[in-house]
């Protein structure tokens, strides 16, 4: 059966609201952290490599 309100898995308002949250939280710790994506791993306590695959998915691209 298909999810009420009509739409797939995974592409839906509270994932569209998660991702939103997860970017403006991570654009605010890169910011904190001077835009250096180790230091920024480290703080919020995630792999560096992670953290590069989440700003991929997100689009994020640090300033150098």
């Given amino acids: 059966p298909e999810p009420a309100g009509g739409s797939e898995l995974g592409v839906g308002p509270l994932d569209e609201a998660?991702?939103?949250f997860e970017r403006a939280f991570?654009?605010?710790a890169l910011a904190r952290?001077?835009?250096?994506?180790?230091?920024?791993?480290k703080s919020l306590g995630k792999g560096r490599q992670?953290?590069?695959d989440k700003l991929e998915e997100l689009g994020?691209?640090?300033?150098?």
């Fill in 18 to 20: 998660v991702a939103a």
């Fill in 26 to 28: 991570i654009e605010a």
């Fill in 33 to 41: 952290n001077g835009q250096n994506v180790t230091a920024t791993a």
């Fill in 50 to 52: 992670t953290l590069y």
């Fill in 60 to 64: 994020i691209r640090p300033r150098r």
